[in-house]
């Protein structure tokens, strides 16, 4: 089995900052992309960013410039630092993770949401 798991949010005032972290856990052989989704009340989820494995990255162009995508490969984690943050970054942040199992298949999985609001 496999665990994705978020954490790092919060409450933080307007222009303030968040360093979010995902971490997967279990039968990994590797993964693929990781990337970091929201969901604000009464919208869909929307894609924030996502890093692939060779490094190369993916931003929304509602957090280019303020968010930045890392990962740490060895410990199956990626990472979110979101930083000059605004009121409408409120959100559940949710990570996801395309993951080889030892099985030989891939499987894409969730974290539980790690919930950031920003206050103006």
């Known amino acids: 089995q496999v665990q994705v798991v978020e954490s790092g949010g919060g409450l933080v005032q307007s222009g303030g900052s968040l360093r979010l972290s995902c971490t997967a856990s279990g039968d990994i052989v590797s993964i693929n992309s990781m990337d970091w989704y929201r969901q604000a009340p009464g919208n869909q989820r929307e894609l924030v960013a996502l890093?692939?494995?060779?490094?190369?990255?993916n931003y929304a162009d509602s957090v280019k410039g303020r968010f930045t995508i890392s990962r740490d490969n060895a410990k199956n984690t990626v990472y979110l630092q979101a930083n000059s943050l605004k009121p409408e970054d409120t959100a559940v942040y949710y990570c996801?993770?395309?993951?080889?199992?030892?099985?030989?298949?891939?499987?894409?999985?969730w974290g539980q949401g790690t919930q950031v609001t920003v206050s103006a």
């Open positions: 996801r993770a395309d993951v080889k199992r030892l099985n030989g298949f891939t499987y894409q999985y």
């Open positions: 890093i692939r494995t060779t490094g190369s990255t």
